[in-house]
């Protein structure tokens, strides 16, 4: 017989306590004078063995029932033949430690990943369960540098000890995969799983841990060890409206505003908003309060931006039980933004409703200045003819009548030198006589109204294209005929064949033609914008590309930077200082641009060359720590039924595997002799206290009737 609290054993000294009590209240004979003492001396000797055997009997009850009250505290545990025989087979078991940044929540002076680890050492080097034998395998969410099989105890326990709670927000699906795919590998032993989180329900969310065909095999068992607890005493620090992915960019010379959102769980918080760009602090809010279990935005502005990348990070000044989140990361690019063109088809461009709509997708209104894409100007139908187009990648031309010659000269020669032309055609171009004007790539002859009304060809290279973002479906009325030159491309047809799209080219540059118009009579592109809004965007992108030096996205969100000409970039981590993450060297591929590694939150600067060339931030999910917590039915969902348990102490762990061996704890039996004794004692106490009150009524009686007359 084992016992799984053998300190509680110390109780047993209690078992001294009745017998003191039964000393201190056993009764005292006195001396009284009786007359009939001669008749009475023979019933006393015989109930006088019978009280002295029921309080015997009485003691000793007490006695066990203190003896059994610490038997059942101290849980013990009979190893049956089977057990006491052989010992336990060795066990392959495999340790996944979730090191998210919600493990870092300190509870009574220690993190939930301290606890884990804690945990996780003292069933490692416990021999009763994995005897001599045993392999054992460590995994993190964070990455264990090539995780293998070791039958080394101390190694084991090393490598559990070895990752810090990284400030990441990967989920336990990852690691739980790579257990089941570790342990399908195993032939001998039997095969456990020990999950060790704080049961946050981000890091299950969306994951079906196991239950796909092939992922699991009937005889691994996965016990879920909850290191967490039900409270959440913590602020968080997001951007309001902020989705991660992306940059910021800026406009030299002008400052930057953040709204900066305080979210907290079920105490308030009270402090301010620091912005640090640089390394420097640049800025700071007023004191802040938040009540608890409410949001608060507050703006934090930066002086105005110098010309270049920039590291921003938001801080909440405060002290809660979770750092990891009150931080937000931000990399900003100042530059001048790429300017686009949009040419009306008479002198009065402000009056056209086509070149209003056509500016508006370019630089649409609803996005603040900082993430409007382009620099959008609107000229009269003359200025490409006297002003200079330089400035100019990208001239959108709407409805445009035929052009001389001077003009036609100056626009070929524009697109020659790397300009792109986008004619937009319109129901004014059929009045106009195009047949003298070469040059351009294609020549409009008439208006089309198709009956019924046609739609855009499918497109069989697009892939998976967001709702509402390909021109495939959308319904056209009326278009222009566009008659191609021999070298043009038809790149978009009509459903009923006719040219959509033409594009030529023309020194480094092209020109290219749409037959429809955004009108509402001649289509529903003008109503249903978002694809021609993006075709704009491909369209303006791809002819003034603005090669990304800085980036911030969510934790293994992808990123790509320019670095330039190199061979390879240097990585480093520069904000939060801890934990410490390696600098990392990454490749750069033939376009001059870099893949960083985006698993940790933080600001990161690239080094290119010896000069820093880029910098990204990468931000924690807000989910992440938002004190959310999964029940114990949904994550037990996740795995087969019936392969899994969640466990939250170290007792009911053991008490699950004593059943699973063959061991079986015996405090229900104790309870119940315990249960049996009280019963007993109860009676004897009764059947004691009815003859000490039949002793109190006798001498009672004795003393009404007074002393007995003294014999002269």
């Not at 060795?90 to 220690?110: E, I, K």
């Not at 607890?229 to 309001?240: D, I, K, P, Q």
């Not at 290119?608 to 924690?620: E, F």
């Not at 009524?697 to 009404?704: I, N, P």
Request: net charge neutral.
């Amino acid at each position: 017989m084992i016992w799984l609290y053998p300190g509680m054993l110390v109780g047993l000294a209690g078992c001294a306590a009745p017998i003191l009590i039964h000393l201190l209240l056993r009764p005292r004979p006195r001396r009284q004078m009786f007359p009939a003492l001669r008749l009475l001396r023979a019933a006393h000797a015989v109930s006088r063995h019978s009280r002295r055997l029921r309080h015997l009997l009485l003691l000793a009850a007490r006695i066990v029932v203190l003896a059994l009250i610490a038997a059942a505290l101290a849980r013990p545990v009979a190893r049956g033949a089977a057990v006491a025989g052989a010992a336990r087979a060795p066990t392959h078991a495999v340790f996944c430690l979730d090191d998210s940044a919600s493990m870092n929540y300190r509870f009574a002076g220690r993190t939930y990943h301290e606890n884990a680890v804690a945990w996780a050492e003292s069933l490692i080097r416990d021999e009763r369960r994995f005897p001599p034998g045993s392999r054992y395998l460590v995994l993190c969410g964070g990455g264990i540098e090539a995780p293998r099989w070791t039958p080394d105890r101390a190694a084991a326990a090393r490598a559990i000890r070895q990752p810090p709670a990284g400030m990441h927000d990967r989920g336990v699906a990852p690691m739980l995969k790579t257990a089941a795919a570790a342990l399908r590998e195993a032939t001998d032993g039997s095969k456990e799983v020990y999950l060790l989180t704080d049961m946050t329900a981000h890091a299950w969310s969306g994951q079906a841990v196991v239950t796909r065909d092939g992922e699991h095999s009937s005889d691994i068992t996965y016990y879920v060890l909850d290191a967490g607890r039900s409270e959440h005493r913590n602020a968080s620090l997001h951007l309001a409206g902020s989705r991660g992915a992306g940059a910021t960019l800026a406009l030299p010379g002008r400052p930057l505003t953040f709204d900066a959102r305080i979210t907290t769980g079920d105490e308030s918080a009270e402090g301010v908003v620091e912005m640090w760009i640089d390394g420097a602090l640049a800025s700071r809010t007023e004191r802040l309060r938040v009540e608890a279990k409410s949001q608060r935005d507050a703006a934090a502005a930066s002086p105005p931006m110098t010309p270049g990348v920039h590291r921003v990070e938001l801080r909440f000044d405060h002290g809660d039980a979770l750092a990891d989140d009150n931080s937000v990361f931000v990399a900003v690019e100042a530059a001048p933004r790429a300017r686009v063109a949009v040419v009306a088809p008479d002198n009065d461009a402000s009056e056209n409703e086509e070149v209003r709509r056509v500016a508006s997708l370019l630089a649409p209104s609803m996005l603040p200045r900082e993430r409007v894409p382009f620099d959008v100007d609107v000229l009269p139908f003359e200025a490409p003819a006297r002003e200079p187009l330089e400035a100019y990648r990208l001239v959108v031309w709407i409805e445009p009548p035929a052009p001389d010659a001077m003009m036609l000269a100056r626009m070929r020669g524009w697109c020659e030198s790397g300009g792109t032309l986008l004619i937009v055609c319109g129901p004014n171009m059929a009045e106009q006589n195009w047949s003298d004007v070469n040059g351009l790539g294609a020549t409009p002859t008439g208006v089309e109204t198709p009956r019924p009304p046609t739609a855009f060809a499918p497109r069989a290279e697009v892939r998976d294209a967001p709702a509402g973002a390909e021109l495939t479906g959308r319904v056209v009325s009326r278009y222009v005929t566009l008659q191609p030159v021999p070298q043009a491309s038809v790149t978009r047809t009509f459903a009923n064949g006719a040219p959509a799209i033409v594009e030529t080219t023309i020194g480094s540059g092209r020109v290219v033609w749409w037959a429809f118009s955004l009108r509402t009579d001649w289509s529903d592109l003008g109503i249903r914008a978002a694809a021609v809004m993006i075709e704009l965007h491909r369209l303006a992108a791809a002819v003034t590309p603005r090669e990304r030096r800085a980036a911030h996205v969510y934790c293994d969100e992808s990123a790509r930077l320019f670095v330039g000409n190199a061979k390879e970039a240097r990585i480093e981590r520069v904000a939060p200082a801890v934990p410490v993450v390696s600098p990392a060297v990454a490749q750069v591929d033939g376009q001059g641009r870099v893949a960083p590694p985006t698993r940790f939150a933080g600001l990161y600067r690239v080094a290119a060359n010896g000069d820093v060339v880029a910098t990204y931030a990468v931000n924690l999910r807000p989910g992440e720590t938002d004190g959310l917590r999964i029940s114990d039915e949904d994550a037990l969902g996740r795995f087969p039924r019936g392969a899994a348990m969640v466990i939250r102490d170290a007792a009911d762990l053991e008490s699950v595997a004593s059943g699973a061996s063959g061991e079986r704890e015996l405090t229900g039996d104790v309870l119940a002799l315990l249960l049996g004794l009280l019963i007993v004692e109860s009676l004897l106490t009764g059947r004691a206290g009815a003859s000490f009150s039949g002793r109190r009524e006798s001498r009672g009686a004795t003393g009404a009737a007074g002393p007995a007359p003294s014999r002269r």
